[in-house]
Nanobody
Framework: QVQLVESGGGLVQAGGSLRLSCKVSGIIPSNTAISWYRRAPGKEREFLATITRAGDTFVAAAMKRRFTISRDSAENTVDLQGTSLQSDDTGVYYC?????????WGQGTQVTVSS
């Protein structure tokens, strides 16, 4: 059974940073990447970044200056780091295993940026 569990959300002051972690358990197909998304209040889900099994990373163009994605293979975690957070970064952040025969999603972690 594949499970993804996000952690690290909470209240962040404007201008601050965050580090979210996605714990992956279970066996996922080799062609599956782990991605981070977010859904801001009243908006569509937004892609942020992805990391492949080979360790290649891709960050959405609009996020590239402030967000990075990394992996700890020993811990089976994929982290998303963000800096210079603003109120627009408020939302529920999700990690997902995508690209394989089926997708797996975490429950999400709330990030609230206070001004």
């Amino acid at each position: 059974q594949v499970q993804l569990v996000e952690s690290g959300g909470g209240l962040v002051q404007a201008g601050g940073s965050l580090r979210l972690s996605c714990k992956v358990s279970g066996i996922i197909p080799s062609n599956t990447a782990i991605s981070w998304y977010r859904r801001a209040p009243g908006k569509e889900r937004e892609f942020l970044a992805t990391i492949t099994r080979a360790g290649d990373t891709f960050v959405a163009a609009a996020m590239k200056r402030r967000f990075t994605i990394s992996r700890d293979s020993a811990e089976n975690t994929v982290d998303l780091q963000g800096t210079s957070l603003q109120s627009d970064d408020t939302g529920v952040y999700y990690c997902a295993a995508v690209g394989g025969p089926r997708e797996y999603w975490g429950q999400g972690t709330q990030v609230t940026v206070s001004s």
